[in-house]
T-cell receptor
Framework: GAVVSQHPSRVICKSGTSVKIECRSL??????MFWYRQFPKKSLMLMAT?????????EQGVEKDKFLINHASLTLSTLTVTSAHPEDSSFYIC??????????FGDGTRLSIL | AQSVAQPEDQVNVAEGNPLTVKCTYS??????LFWYVQYPNRGLQFLLK??????LVKGSYGFEAEFNKSQTSFHLKKPSALVSDSALYFC?????????????FGQGTELSVKP
């Protein structure tokens, strides 16, 4: 079946650094990719939607200069958390959808900012 | 506007008993409905979907869901629960007429299956 690979699975870094998370669709072309943030035992909060070759569409309240999204190819999207602070600590999940496909999700990245 | 409601934060079931996780939805167009399961510190795994056709949809791990248009519901069911089914379950809906539309998630239901 379709697989989405997300890397890294866990990141611990100092406040002020930037962190890049990669999301790859392994066996299908992802025309659309989504980035979510999830707080403990809560539902997923959609941060942004990106279509290959286009600028990402951010949800209300999400800072686009803080969370940089690049969707350069049909199999790769990246989320960069710039100048990360402790309040950015969270579980980030990417998702990919191709033509006539349900959305498939990566395994998430646990980001901890010290 | 689209919305999904999962009225139960938690469902407790004894192993071997049938389980139901409830979901109701609201969408202006044609509903595309999905169930996902999340294990601790993992992403979401796709269980099943309803797009069109038979109202009873069968999915992974013995789960099934019934689409009920009149009640706008899409409850997840399994005839005999396993301890390993304990996880967080999300119902989601997308407007089928909008191919670029977003998936809207319910708040999640934590399923606990006790031996």
């Amino acid at each position: 079946g379709a697989v989405v690979s997300q890397h890294p699975s866990r990141v611990i870094c100092k406040s002020g650094t930037s962190v890049k998370i990669e999301c790859r669709s392994l066996d299908f072309q992802a025309t659309t990719m989504f980035w979510y943030r999830q707080f403990p035992k809560k539902s997923l909060m959609l941060m942004a939607t990106s279509n290959e070759g286009s600028k990402a569409t951010y949800e209300q309240g999400v800072e686009k200069d803080k969370f940089l999204i690049n969707h350069a190819s049909l199999t790769l999207s990246t989320l960069t958390v710039t100048s990360a602070h402790p309040e950015d600590s969270s579980f980030y999940i990417c998702s990919a959808r191709g033509v006539d496909q349900p959305q498939h999700f990566g395994d998430g990245t646990r980001l901890s900012i010290l | 506007a689209q919305s999904v409601a999962q009225p139960e934060d938690q469902v407790n079931v004894a192993e071997g008993n049938p389980l139901t996780v409830k979901c109701t939805y609201s969408v202006s167009g044609n509903p595309y409905l999905f169930w996902y399961v999340q294990y601790p510190n993992r992403g979401l795994q796709f269980l099943l979907k309803y797009i069109t056709g038979d109202n009873l949809v069968k999915g992974s791990y013995g789960f099934e869901a019934e689409f009920n248009k009149s009640q706008t519901s899409f409850h997840l069911k399994k005839p005999s629960a396993l301890v390993s089914d304990s996880a967080l379950y999300f119902c989601a809906v997308r407007d089928g007429y909008n191919q670029g539309g977003k998936l809207i998630f319910g708040q999640g239901t934590e399923l606990s299956v006790k031996p």
